[in-house]
């Protein structure tokens, strides 16, 4: 089943203690997606990949990290988390980078409170 | 830079009456535009898109949406609401820059169905 995998779905953690959400992909995408969730702003961008070992910034960034070493995985870091990011995240990916006019693919969400 | 405006945050119809959710987007570009739909402790699911050519476009589960480009509108519609269409919606518009295709999203209606 095609599909975009997240982990964990839930985490409470303290501010300052490093934390990693997987997001994995079977379909063999390009590009894949951070987007965070919170009430009365929709979805922001953290964070986006065009393919293997191409990151880049989207509109919301401070205080996360990401990798693509591989074409299927894209972790999101939080190096020392703090309360303001606590939210609901979701990773996503679709086929092609750039094309603008194709779905995207859609986790199930992590919901992270930072307490 | 690109925007969405979803009209009511909440929208509540009785079972089998018209289902109507607003979206209005801003671009400098022909958009390319798209309705997902979240239910609770879920991802976001693809309802429908329009990228070119058709302006009334059909969906999954009875929706459809029609384009107008005058009035920067892509509107969300179902003739006959069902239980199952409670949940949240969310208009967003494609944004193509440099290989990164960001949604940027409305702020989302929840839809409450009346039995």
């Known amino acids: 089943e095609a599909q975009v995998t997240q982990n964990p779905r839930y985490l409470i953690t303290v501010t300052g203690k490093k934390l990693t959400v997987t997001c994995s992909q079977n379909?063999?995408?390009?590009?894949m997606s951070w987007y965070r969730q919170d009430p009365g702003l929709g979805l922001r961008q953290i964070y986006y990949s065009m393919n293997v070992e191409v990151t880049d910034k989207g509109d919301v960034p401070e205080g996360y990290k990401v990798s693509r070493k591989e074409k299927r995985n894209f972790p999101l870091i939080l190096e020392s988390p703090s309360p303001n990011q606590t939210s609901l995240y979701f990773c996503?990916?679709?086929?092609?980078?750039?094309?603008?006019?194709?779905?995207?693919?859609f986790g199930d969400g992590t919901r992270l409170s930072i307490l | 830079a690109q925007s969405v405006t979803q009209l009511g945050s909440h929208v509540s119809v009785s079972e089998g009456a018209l289902v109507l959710l607003r979206c209005n987007y801003s671009s400098s570009v022909p958009p390319y535009l798209f309705w997902y739909v979240q239910y609770p402790n879920q991802g976001l699911q693809l309802l429908l898109k329009y990228t070119t050519g058709a302006t009334l476009v059909k969906g999954i589960n009875g929706f459809e949406a029609e384009f107008k480009k005058s009035e920067t509108s892509f509107h969300l519609t179902k003739p006959s609401a069902h239980m199952s269409d409670a949940a949240e919606y969310f208009c967003a518009v494609s944004e193509v820059r440099f290989g990164n295709e960001k949604l940027t999203f409305g702020t989302g209606t929840r839809l409450t169905i009346i039995p």
């Open positions: 379909m063999n995408h390009e590009y």
């Open positions: 996503a990916s679709s086929l092609l980078a750039g094309a603008g006019n194709q779905p995207q693919h």
